[in-house]
């Protein structure tokens, strides 16, 4: 029952009935070491972006279709009046203006993040210089450029693509190397521990994580929270854990996030909407990135699905072989031979 003076619950989210000091976990770079979405992008000796990988759900390839749509025909790409008719006014100084796209991928900081060492792709010119979001969308309608952000949030005055929440709706892109600092304080409190993810409620996410914390040994959480669709992530786990924390049988809250932004907003929450006795429940805990593998940014294909890949690979060239194509055979006998194969053999054991 609500008690009176109690914050009603925003979102149609189910909280269940909890007891004494609860753990609540986040999953990506707090449980587990999130694959980053950039790592499926291919970029030349210049930095430029040039492919994605499409076994991984991203919306980036549309930024990629954007460059090469108006760099070969620009004039068709153009914004044209209210009437619909191409502008020669536009037409006549996009060249000088802005010329030909690149999309070059840089490393900076993000401060609304917390976060250092950020890859970012920067719509820019053949120079190399970024073409200043007033520019861009002097030329191009704001259609044209939603696969960018333009709000100047994690690059002031540029267009950027600074991250792809699309890659991170998959449960496959979910992290396999585990954080164990953080793990290790899951595992002592795993009887009254929840995760509470901002990746959105999608097919196979929540068992997806729950596979994933078994696997390396550890008991399910009590529930696992995903983020319905639409909703602020900051605002989403505020509420989650304000709704958790009002409760009178529970006793504190400690809550782990890697996430600037989210603690910032879980904190503001907590103290304006639901006043200072819930929030001295709750003890937030910025966890540290600093100390994130390399091996576990990539985002990789199952092991499974890699090995029958390979299967596949050396069938054909067994078929080339018997058919007297014996160049043909050779050539893809090379591509295999460079291929880890054997790691991936292993991985798929030890699963």
């Not at 002031?156 to 953080?182: C, M, Q």
């Not at 994933?212 to 399910?220: D, M, N, W």
């Not at 529930?223 to 989650?240: C, D, N, Q, R, W």
Request: contains cysteine; charged residues 25%.
């Amino acid at each position: 029952m609500k008690k009176e003076g109690q914050v009603t619950n925003p979102f149609d989210i189910f909280i269940p009935q909890l007891n004494g000091e609860v753990y609540i976990f986040d999953m990506d770079d707090t449980l587990f070491w999130s694959p980053e979405w950039h790592t499926i992008v291919e970029t030349n000796d210049n930095d430029d972006a040039v492919s994605v990988n499409m076994n991984f759900p991203n919306t980036f390839h549309k930024a990629v279709s954007f460059i090469e749509e108006v760099n070969q025909d620009y004039i068709n790409v153009i914004k044209k009046n209210k009437k619909g008719e191409l502008q020669k006014d536009l037409i006549d100084s996009y060249e000088q203006e802005i010329g030909k796209l690149r999309l070059i991928q840089r490393v900076v900081d993000i401060p609304i993040l917390g976060k250092e060492d950020q890859v970012v792709f920067v719509l820019s010119r053949e120079d190399g210089s970024a073409v200043d979001v007033i520019t861009l969308k002097k030329y191009f309608s704001s259609k044209r450029l939603k696969a960018f952000d333009t709000r100047g949030k994690y690059v002031e005055g540029v267009a950027v693509i600074a991250g792809d929440a699309t890659f991170y709706k998959s449960p496959r892109t979910l992290g396999h190397i585990p954080n164990e600092e953080i793990l290790n304080i899951y595992k002592e409190h795993n009887d009254n521990a929840v995760v509470l993810t901002a990746r959105e409620t999608t097919e196979g996410m929540q068992s997806g994580i729950i596979e994933r914390i078994e696997s390396v040994g550890a008991e399910p959480p009590l529930i696992v929270f995903t983020k319905p669709m639409g909703l602020s992530g900051g605002e989403y786990k505020a509420h989650v854990i304000g709704q958790i924390a009002q409760q009178d049988s529970v006793t504190s809250i400690r809550f782990y996030d890697d996430n600037l932004r989210y603690v910032n907003a879980v904190t503001d929450i907590l103290q304006v909407t639901y006043g200072p006795d819930v929030f001295s429940k709750v003890n937030i805990y910025r966890v540290n990135v600093a100390g994130k593998p390399e091996e576990s940014t990539f985002a990789k294909l199952s092991c499974e699905r890699s090995v029958k890949m390979f299967d596949a690979l050396i069938k054909a060239a067994n078929k080339l072989d018997i058919m007297g194509l014996n160049i043909e055979a050779n050539r893809l006998d090379s591509i295999i031979s460079k291929i880890n194969y054997i790691s991936i053999y292993n991985g798929r054991k030890n699963d």
